[in-house]
């Protein structure tokens, strides 16, 4: 049925004196999420329940507060939770490779690598004070001296001896050597042994030989006593050194005497240090090989006895909240850093830096998340994570190099955070359906609703939403004229007169945007003259294009009638959406039809111009001409259908009742009134159907009339089951209140054929046919004479053929008759000869 919508139903306004507030001051500030309930519900389980896989992914359009809220959420949550423990990394005195962990009491990870720097430094001036002092030099030389003492008493009792076998000890560059001497004591010389008796020769032989295995036996007892000397003043050290580093490695022990694993680590230093005391002694300074050259003074490094605290959580308070906005996978998991020293790049355990993961680990971690798929390796690492529940430092690039190189691969942590992903639902159901890993890990779905009921309540939240913001950024308060309009426009917004939009970042920005103005007016209130000066100073900043397409229009270059009508062709209205900036323009579609079976010639299709969605449409516009129209004869024709002018792609479905308008006024010859624009969807059986961009395609179909001139003639029909979605332009309301325009509804596509073209259309008899003078009888009747037109054609054809075909058969008869005459005649010529023979 065709209505004229009234003037309320185009807009629903906001009466200012319903609220309870002269000014934004007089209310208080918004101190919660609304519009939300699904959402905050969702959060609330997931953030409670302890228990793996149970990670969250909020999804909801770009600034519906998602980030904002979970922020807020999780900071008061995680003040009423305990703070983690600090985790260190210390030297693997065993495996240096891998260096080792350690778990402490919150806040007190800085606390212990105080305690160890201090001690570190105590020793090495205590230490070597020890090895200077009277008491430690009076029992090394005492041990010295009875070394040497034994050492004296073994060669001289050998000395000995061998002086009496006439044999001296000699000193040589190879060591003591067994020499025989004459009676005179002179060494024997070679020549004179050569020359001795074979029988003196040889007991000489045998006494030296006897005389050099008590030498051989003399230097071994003498190196052993040497080595038990070594062990004695590596014991002398030892027990010097702990009188001083004991009492010092106890006090640090007995500060943290509950932590176990502290306790076995003073142990391992301890041994350490005792195993490399000349660390600790002062270095002498070598002599160079050369005057000129000095070498560098090479210090002992005292690194593997620091502590590097990886995580450190004294200054938190409750349970971390990290949010990383750039998850590289460095930034998420920690990194071993290096530093280049003479041209090689060395690292070591004080080197590993956490990453986010470390940081969070006992609380919670939220990621964008198509950051975290932009960037290589994170989302897996991540992945893996979750599922090993350890969290590793890893060089993730040694896989991918030429060379193998050596570097530390520290030990892993234990892994308990709570990671939140924030995206866009598109996002969200791609790794859903695509990763099924995504599923067991992430199993908590927060969705964000983008527009809200328009209730008192939420209406009352909106006002807060404004005080809230004028607080936080010193804007000047807005009189309740300025909220009921900036309430207004969030139903603009969200395309619905009973809903509010729940994207507050556009609000917010109105909100600041407004202010603005007021201050330019030198408003000390923001008016609703003001909000709506920000309104159109922002429309003005993005419409160019808009407008261009207008000026086209104007000069003729595109061509648009909005006067008079015309066969065949009508006005259909789109949405151009820039993505800062949509609006609507009218657009021409045509229809020709003729005689035929080709059926309806989607020329945007054959062009390649159209979406699935458009030819969709198509189809359903030919089911219903042929239910409408065929139900006793075929639908015999060709018609083509097109978007003049249309230089890119087209999509949707809502110029579906225009494109059926335009071949019903191309088969009917009836022309269609150019003043009226139509937009609307529709199903097979002729029912129209909603459709988006509503206000946007009435306001672009408005100002083009408005160029040409309103005349009261102009008007645009819409699906009556779209008038909820009216939030129109207060121009355009006016112009209907004054009845320069007018706005239709409609609920079949022929409730408006008799406004478009003056006929009514006319309702099918039980016969099945039309009432005579009605558009659907024109229809039919042209169809008929379309379709006998085609059977005309056939009927010529057949009727060519058949002549065609007598015409071979008298020719092929006469034929025979000429063919047995001369044969007849050839017989008698034969019986005459034979008769005359």
Known sequence: MLRKIK?????????????????????TSLKETIGQKRALSALDFGLGIDSHGFNIYILGESGTGKLTTIKTILNNKSKKEPVPDDWCYVYNFKNPDIPSTLRLPSGTGLDFQKDMDELITALREEIPKIFESKEYEKQRTKILEDFQQKQKKYFTDLEKEAKSKDFTLRKTVSGLALVPVKKTGETLSEEEYEDLEPGVKKKVEAIGKALQEKLDDAIRIVREEEKKIKAGMKDLEKQATLSSIGHRIDEVRTKYKNNEAISKYLDTVREDMLDHLDDFKPQEEQTPALPFMKPAKTEPSFVKYQVNVFVNNKD????????????????????????????????????????????????????????????????????????????????????????????????????????????????????????????????????????????????????????????????????RDAVARVIEHGSRLADHQKKLSAKFSDIADLIRESDYWARHNKNKVVTANDVEKALNEKKYRVNKVEKKILEATEEGTILIDTKGAVTGQINALSVIDLGDYRFGIPSRITAKTYAGRAGIINIERETKMSGRIHEKAIFTLTAYLGGKYATKQPLSLTASLTFEQLYGGVEGDSATCAEVYAILSSITGVAIKQTYAITGSMNQHGEVQPIGGVNEKIEGFFELCKLNGLDGKHGVIIPRRNLNNLMLDREVVEAVEKKKFNIYSIDNVEDSIEILTGMEPGEMKKNGTYPKGTFNHLVAQKLQELSDALKGGSK??????????????????????????????????????????
């Open 796 to 837: 010529h054809k057949t009727t060519v053929s058949k002549k065609k075909t007598v015409t071979k058969k008298k020719t092929a008869a006469k034929k025979k008759t000429v063919v047995k005459k001369k044969t007849v005649a050839k017989k008698k010529t034969v019986i005459k000869k034979r008769t005359g023979k």
């Open 7 to 27: 003037r309320d139903e185009l807009y629903f306004c906001c009466d200012s004196s319903e609220l309870p507030f002269k000014t934004t001051k007089d209310i």
């Open 316 to 479: 938190v308070t409750g349970s971390p909240v990290v949010v990383e906005n750039n998850p590289t996978y460095y930034n998420l998991f920690g990194r071993v850093e290096h530093k280049l020293q003479y041209g090689v790049a060395i690292t070591d355990f004080t080197m590993i830096k956490s990453g986010s993961l470390q940081q969070a680990n006992g609380g919670y971690l939220v990621i964008d998340a198509l950051e975290l798929l932009k960037n290589i390796f994170s989302y897996d690492t991540l992945k893996r994570t979750i599922k090993e529940k350890e969290i590793k430092v890893e060089d993730v690039w040694e896989q991918y190099r030429l060379m193998s190189s050596v570097s530390l691969r520290p030990e892993a942590m234990p892994f308990n955070v709570k990671i939140i992903l924030v995206g866009t639902p598109r996002l969200y159901y791609m790794l859903y359906n695509l990763d099924e890993e995504y599923r067991e890990l992430f199993k908590i779905k927060a969705d964000y609703e983008n527009r809200m009921d328009r209730s008192e309540e939420n209406t009352l939240k909106y006002a807060s939403f404004v005080r809230t913001k004028c607080e936080e950024r010193g804007l000047h308060p807005f009189d």
